[in-house]
């Protein structure tokens, strides 16, 4: 066999670079494909997902429905404030201002007034933490968490919210308590009957 000359073998070794070339272009191409090809599926998919169920956006102020649920609630006028809450405006700011001054605060997310107001609303509607997270849009830990420290901050206040009751005397000067006398003798046949 002859020997190759030096010109035929650049030309051999430059054959198999550029099928070497080739070759690995055909792979990339290849996988590029692949690749668009998969894009092209997840895109459709999504498309198909979106056409079944619609898509509702996310409200980019979440805090505004808080805000607006409160404003509803106490600020809008005395009537929807005592049909809610069985306060008018002014007593439930003067509770607001009563608790704050004996230590009631405001937490990071959640004021002095909303605390009170979710404490009245659970107590002047009767109802659970369930339909109050609806009303307030605080979670159920958040609603608890707070029912209770107003509960704690209105015990502390029963030296002041407690009435005390006088006693009538028996000589009062105003007629409209003579019906509520009772005397002895009653008193001493009711003790005798319930023995």
Not at 27 to 50: C, F, G, P, T
Not at 134 to 140: D, I
Not at 171 to 190: G, I, Q, T
Request: hydrophobic share 40%; charged share 25%; net charge positive.
């Amino acid at each position: 066999m002859a020997r190759l000359t030096n010109r035929e073998r650049r030309k051999k070794r430059n054959r198999k670079a550029l099928l070497a070339m080739l070759c690995m272009m055909t792979v990339v191409n290849s996988v590029i494909e692949l690749y668009l090809l998969i894009l092209d599926l997840i895109a459709e998919r999504d498309r198909q997902r979106l056409r079944q169920k619609p898509h509702l956006r996310a409200n980019p102020n979440s805090y505004q429905h808080q805000i607006d649920a409160l404003n509803r609630l106490v600020h809008q006028n005395d009537k929807t404030c005592h049909d809610q809450l069985r306060v008018n405006r002014h007593t439930f700011m003067t509770l607001c201002h009563l608790l704050i001054e004996n230590g009631l605060q405001s937490s990071r997310n959640v004021t002095v007034v909303e605390k009170v107001a979710i404490f009245l609303w659970i107590l002047s509607h009767h109802t659970k933490n369930r339909r109050t997270i609806l009303q307030f849009w605080r979670s159920g830990e958040t609603i608890s968490r707070h029912f209770n420290s107003v509960l704690i901050a209105v015990l502390r206040l029963h030296k002041f919210l407690w009435y005390y009751p006088q006693p009538i005397l028996a000589n009062e000067p105003d007629a409209r308590w003579k019906w509520f006398e009772v005397h002895k003798c009653y008193m001493l046949s009711y003790s005798n009957a319930h023995i």
